[in-house]
């Protein structure tokens, strides 16, 4: 992740990018603009974007694209899965009352 001095998202850096531009300035070997997410948007979305666009990992940011923090696939997917199972049994309890 490349960011300036106020954390603001300015490109990614991945393996073949570093390996490439050994002796290149980062701004000319990194991928500028990445897609970010905004801390509200619910985990399950982001667990299906990030699937469906095979992403292992995708940073956060505040709307002024101040980094906040780096989400990883596997903890949205587990997170997003424990949610959807703990709706579904507090479902299931609320018709088993009825």
């Given at each position: 992740m490349v960011?300036?001095?106020e954390r603001v998202v300015?490109?990614?850096l991945r393996a073949e990018?570093?390996?490439r531009g050994q002796d290149e300035p980062i701004e000319r070997v990194m991928r500028p603009g990445p897609s970010t997410f905004r801390p509200h948007v619910p985990i399950?979305?982001?667990a299906h974007h990030m699937i469906?666009?095979?992403l292992l990992t995708?940073?956060?940011t505040t709307s002024d694209g101040r980094l906040v923090g780096l989400l990883r696939r596997e903890d949205a997917a587990r997170v997003a899965l424990e949610q959807t199972r703990?709706?579904?049994a507090d479902h299931e309890a609320a018709h088993?009352?009825?």
């Open positions: 960011v300036n001095d300015l490109g990614l990018e570093l390996q399950e979305e982001l469906h666009h095979d995708s940073p956060v703990a709706r579904q088993d009352t009825h």
